[in-house]
């Protein structure tokens, strides 16, 4: 059975520090797939990233990055610099070989001004 | 841009009523999904569908059936809506899959309805 975990309910930084949001998963599939999902206050969850289990390459968007390390099972979110409109949850998702789509509880971060 | 619109932000039904909440997406995805949304939990799949008529079964069914009748369509029914259905629903269109697994491709979600049930 695959499972996502996101050990961190609630991460509440000041304005310009960097965070980290931690995505643990579980699965016996060869090939899968890890995603990120941000849910700001309006309700509507946006995909930023996709990641396939064969690709390893931690990436960087802007202020957004990520670390993808099969060893360890993990693949973690980074903001640098945060900004009071990067407050929402944020979701890791997992992706398997058996139609079986599966999403963490979320990390609610708050970045305060 | 995608979109998808769910028909009501918020709702509020009766025990034991029949409860349809229906989804849209105009990016012609074949994929559709409707999950649930409860604190602490996360996204939970409750079913999907991959074509016109066709349907599939997620983790949570029970007290639940869809209709996908047109292929931008795809509605949740609540057969005998009861308290612990009150939740966030979610619903998700994308594109199919290229690969293995039916969800490897990035879903597009609404706004989310939030559904009470007395």
């Known amino acids: 059975a695959q499972k996502v975990t996101q050990a961190q309910t609630e991460i509440s930084v000041v304005e310009k520090e960097d965070v980290t949001l931690d995505c643990v998963y579980e699965t016996r599939d060869t090939t899968y797939y890890l995603f990120w999902y941000k849910q700001p206050p309006s309700g509507e969850l946006v995909f930023l990233i996709r990641r396939n289990s064969f690709d390893e390459q931690n990436e960087i968007s802007g202020r957004y990055s990520w670390n993808f390390q099969k060893s360890t099972s993990s693949f973690n979110f980074t903001i640098t610099a945060s900004q009071v409109v990067d407050s929402a949850v944020y979701f890791c998702?997992?992706?398997?070989?058996?139609?079986?789509?599966?999403f963490g509880a979320g990390t609610r971060l708050t970045v305060k001004p | 841009d995608v979109k998808v619109t769910q028909s009501s932000r918020y709702l509020v039904k009766r025990t034991g009523e029949k409860v349809f909440l229906e989804c849209v997406q105009d990016?012609?995805?074949?994929?559709m999904f409707w999950y649930r949304q409860d604190p602490g939990l996360g996204l939970r799949l409750i079913y999907f569908s991959y074509d016109v008529k066709m349907k599939e079964k997620g983790d949570i069914p029970e007290g639940y059936s869809v209709s996908r009748e047109k292929k931008e369509r795809f509605s949740l029914i609540l057969e005998s809506a009861s308290t612990n259905q009150t939740s966030m629903y979610l619903c998700?269109?994308?594109?199919?899959?290229?690969?293995?697994?039916?969800?490897?491709?990035?879903?597009?979600f609404g706004d989310g309805t939030r559904l009470s049930i007395l």
């Open positions: 998702a997992l992706s398997g070989d058996n139609n079986d789509m599966r």
């Open positions: 998700a269109s994308s594109l199919p899959d290229r690969g293995p697994g039916y969800s490897n491709q990035p879903q597009h």
């Open positions: 990016m012609d995805h074949e994929n």
